[in-house]
């Protein structure tokens, strides 16, 4: 499933593939929760701009519209019209962050839905059940997301849970591979790693849940409110146990700085949703720094928002003429923010994968922070 291209330090080159087709990593992978990426960006547009993989959510799409509709037209691929390849996360970090009066017990999650309140049960089985009839070609494990700070005594508990809950993930999603009626019978299941920001913990989840010779792992629990430093600190410390045949994700990552220290320290893929939220507000990414289109100075300014993109809104558009959509409350604005953000973080990933094929790693981190990276 992961073949490794080149490596510069840590930094690691690779192609990822799967049921529906490959990518090239280190990847970004456009968070579209509902199945669709707010602001009014359509799957056509996310391959224009080279999006590679799609995100989706287990939790969001159980409550609305439900698994079974979606199985009914084919799968998550048919139903939103994207041929890539597509990831689902399980819902944990959902459950533990939206869901009212939940009550984890060693069978699963007993919650209440934030969008009405009623009742509901995730387990490991249902989740990889909800997964299964998405059709994703990437499932993750359901997992217990623990807020910081926590007490450590909890922090253990909840990570030997999700080491328990990781098998049995692993077990369902076999079974429901081999049946007939499998949307994507190439579905594979990501395993988590938890344990705060506690080195040794960290570590100790990470061999237990390797030795299960999963598809790929993933670092969770973090971007919750920790420092950058303590990210960093993390994943180098979870790094050096993370399986080298096989791709690492490190989930809800990040700034494009926090993209650039991870890729160094030996992370594959990424997501998050904030180029999308922030240019929803009005926040452009560009290669000499991010720009507030909203302020003044830019009342006037019929330049691009970046001279070196080469995206849609940055080929036809001027700073002037979009923060005049944002000013006039146009829906367009909203769009021109995601579709150039989402593009300036593909555009980032291509260059720092050429970065690492040169062996020019070192520089390009550099280069990146002179200018306002």
């Not at 669709?36 to 547009?45: E, H, L, P, R, Y």
């Not at 997301?145 to 909840?158: L, N, Q």
């Not at 560009?286 to 300014?301: L, M, V």
Request: net charge neutral; with cysteine; proline share 3%.
């Amino acid at each position: 499933m992961f073949e490794l291209l080149a490596v510069d330090g840590r930094a690691r080159r690779g192609r990822l593939y799967t049921a529906h087709g490959q990518a090239e990593t280190p990847a970004f992978m456009n968070v579209g929760t509902q199945a669709a990426i707010k602001g009014a960006v359509s799957a056509d547009d996310l391959r224009d701009i080279e999006c590679q993989i799609e995100l989706s959510n287990t939790y969001h799409l159980h409550l609305r519209p439900g698994e079974d509709l979606v199985r009914s037209a084919g799968g998550l691929h048919k139903f939103m019209n994207w041929s890539g390849p597509i990831l689902t996360d399980s819902g944990g970090f959902q459950i533990f962050s939206l869901a009212k009066l939940r009550n984890v017990k060693e069978e699963g999650v007993y919650f209440n839905s934030h969008i009405d309140g009623r009742k509901i049960f995730m387990s490991p089985e249902i989740s990889m059940a909800i997964q299964s009839s998405l059709g994703s070609d990437i499932a993750m494990a359901f997992d217990e997301c623990v807020g910081m700070p926590c007490k450590e005594e909890y922090m253990i508990e909840a990570c030997k849970r999700t080491l328990n809950w990781l098998v049995r993930c692993a077990d369902e999603i076999k079974r429901l591979n081999s049946g007939t009626d499998a949307v994507n019978r190439g579905q594979v299941l990501f395993g988590i790693n938890q344990g705060g920001i506690s080195s040794s913990l960290r570590v100790w989840h990470m061999r237990e849940i390797a030795a299960l010779d999963l598809a790929g792992y993933a670092i969770g629990g973090l971007a919750v409110g920790e420092t950058h430093e303590d990210m960093y600190a993390t994943v180098d410390a979870v790094e050096p146990f993370m399986p080298v045949n096989k791709p690492r994700y490190l989930m809800g990552v990040g700034t494009p700085a926090n993209i650039v220290e991870c890729v160094g320290l030996g992370i594959d893929m990424f997501d998050c949703v904030m180029p999308a939220r922030n240019g929803r507000h009005g926040k452009f990414y560009t290669k000499n720094g991010a720009i507030n289109i909203k302020n003044e100075k830019y009342e006037k300014d019929l330049a691009p928002i970046d001279s070196e993109c080469a995206c849609p809104v940055c080929t036809n558009y001027s700073r002037a003429y979009i923060r005049h959509l944002f000013k006039a409350g146009e829906l367009l604005a909203l769009r021109f923010g995601v579709i150039h953000n989402l593009y300036y973080y593909n555009e980032l990933m291509g260059r720092i994968r050429n970065a690492i094929e040169t062996g020019s790693y070192t520089e390009f981190r550099r280069e990146f922070y002179a200018r306002g990276g």
